[in-house]
């Protein structure tokens, strides 16, 4: 069997980056996409090794042709594309609430953490079908599950972030939508909150390492053709949407 080729957006740093260290040690080739090629480029040295195959392409998942570009790009290298993690994403609204949400600021959390996804899967799942072997997984987030949000006393209530969180809701919408039309297929699709991480995003508070974090998120991308579909995971069990 040829070697199996992972997109991992995002995973110049956090906890993408970790996910495609983990990729990379279970023998996968990882190409991370970064919407700054250096830094890319810089995380993709700093991972390959003898054992590692890691490399790197300029994916900005707010435009359409990088995503093009590079997914183009892997083809041509590698003849294929099995793995799919969407993982950019940006929280960029804490400070507010959502009766005083600003528009743009709605619009550029979308943009980011669920219309990029979209594209991706779009741009990848034709090459999956080629194979009949796919796996995607959507890094979404507890903060968007409506059961979460509804939940008076949940751990997360005091946590504002209306953008971000809608953006992960409609992820997870994307996630069973996108799952339902594969249904016959050997393409996965499912979600995963990987907890609250200590990255950029996740604050230095934090109780898990982008390690830990990035364990679900793996499970996901390499699950057995009998795994589940169309979920929302956390800790590798199913959580509520
Ligand atoms: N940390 C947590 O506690 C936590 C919890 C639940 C879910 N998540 C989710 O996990 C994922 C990774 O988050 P993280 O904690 O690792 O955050 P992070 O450290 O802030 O990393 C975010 C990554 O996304 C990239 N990115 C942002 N916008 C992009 C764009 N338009 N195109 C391509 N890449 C873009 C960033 O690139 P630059 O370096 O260029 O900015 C960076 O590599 C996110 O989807 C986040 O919502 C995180």
């Not at 957006?9 to 260290?21: D, F, K, M, P």
Request: one cysteine or more; glycine letters at 8%.
């Amino acid at each position: 069997m040829q070697k199996r080729v992972a997109l991992v957006t995002g995973a110049n740093r956090g906890l993408g980056y970790e996910v495609a260290r983990q990729l990379a040690d279970l023998g996968i080739t990882v190409v991370i996409g970064s919407r700054d090629l250096e830094k890319g480029e810089a995380a993709a040295e700093s991972l390959a090794n003898d054992r590692r195959m890691v490399h790197s392409r300029h994916l900005d998942v707010t435009q359409a042709t990088t995503i093009q570009a590079a997914i183009g790009s892997i083809i041509d290298q590698y003849g294929r594309l099995d793995i799919l993690v969407n993982n950019a994403g940006i929280m960029i609204d804490s400070e507010t609430t959502i009766l005083e949400l600003d528009l743009t600021m709605f619009q550029n959390t979308l943009e980011t953490n669920a219309l990029g996804p979209l594209l991706l899967c779009q741009a990848c799942i034709p090459y999956m079908q080629e194979n009949n072997y796919g796996r995607i997984v959507n890094i979404a987030s507890t903060l968007g599950s409506l059961t979460d949000i509804a939940t008076p006393d949940s751990a997360y209530s005091v946590i504002l972030s209306p953008a971000y969180r809608l953006s992960k809701t409609l992820l997870n919408g994307l996630t069973v939508l996108i799952a339902k039309e594969l249904r016959e297929t050997n393409i996965l699709v499912n979600s995963a909150c990987p907890g609250w991480v200590r990255t950029r995003l996740g604050g230095d508070q934090a109780p898990l390492m982008p390690a830990q974090g990035a364990e679900t998120p793996v499970w996901l991308a390499t699950l057995p053709d009998d795994g589940p579909r169309g979920g929302f995971f956390r800790e590798k069990r199913p959580i509520p949407w």
